[in-house]
């Protein structure tokens, strides 16, 4: 069955970068799309960027450009998204989904990583 | 790239239907059949119900159904049941291919 397994939840100084990884199974990884999406508490969802597991393109939402890196690793089948110079209102919980085209909905969905920054 | 609009809250009775709208521009919502609804209960990941405006994927119930006209997208919710209680976000893909999430909704089943 398709997963996308987050890694765990992180606590970061002002300033600090994390890195944070999404490991997918149950399908072919070069296939699909995969999106970073993130939800400040009480907040909706924001969307970050994608990438192409198949040839590690990737188009960044406006707001985070020259902050956020995706890359992905096809050995391992997981994808990674390092935000850096974090700030008090980056804590949020991040996602990443997948989809089968850059234009489709996100099918699939990790079970989100919690990100506090704190000093 | 603003955030699209959406109601905050809405209500219905079960066995009710409610409509949820999704307000863009020309650039996200009115360029495309590109639009996404997401139902989120509360410490759960987003949960894909309509995409490409009008299509169900599998498993989702046919009380979900989608439109659009112009840059207004919406999400009709029939035959109201409890569990529909949740948080819905509609999401449009833009013209400089990336994507635009709304605020979401509230849906509340009184």
């Known amino acids: 069955q398709v997963q996308l397994v987050q890694s765990g939840a992180e606590v970061k100084k002002p300033g600090a970068s994390v890195n944070l990884s999404c490991k997918a199974s149950?399908?072919?990884?070069?296939?699909?799309?995969v999106h970073w999406v993130r939800q400040a508490p009480g907040q909706g969802l924001e969307w970050m960027g994608i990438?192409?597991?198949?040839?590690?393109?990737?188009t960044y939402a406006q707001k985070f450009q020259g902050r956020v890196t995706m890359t992905r690793d096809t050995s391992t089948t997981t994808v990674y998204m390092e935000l850096s110079s974090l700030r008090f209102e980056d804590t949020a919980v991040y996602y990443c989904?997948?989809?089968?085209?850059?234009?489709?909905?996100?099918?699939?969905w990790g079970q989100g990583t919690m990100v506090t920054v704190s000093s | 790239q603003s955030a699209l609009t959406q109601p905050a809250s809405v209500s219905g009775s079960p066995g009710q239907s409610i409509t949820i709208s999704c307000t863009g521009t020309s650039t996200d919502v009115g360029s495309y059949n590109l639009v996404s609804w997401y139902q989120q209960h509360p410490g759960k990941a987003p949960k894909l119900m309509i995409y490409?405006?009008?299509n169900r994927p599998s498993g989702v119930s046919d009380r979900f159904s989608g439109s659009k006209s112009g840059n207004t997208a919406s999400l009709t919710i029939s035959g109201l049941q409890a569990e529909d209680e949740a948080e819905y976000y509609c999401s449009s893909y833009t013209r400089s291919d990336t994507w635009v999430f709304g605020g979401g909704t509230r849906l509340s089943v009184l």
């Open positions: 989904a997948r989809s089968f085209l850059a234009s489709d909905g996100f099918d699939f």
């Open positions: 149950g399908y072919t990884f070069t296939r699909f799309y």
């Open positions: 490409d405006v009008t």
């Open positions: 990438i192409n597991p198949s040839n590690n393109s990737t």
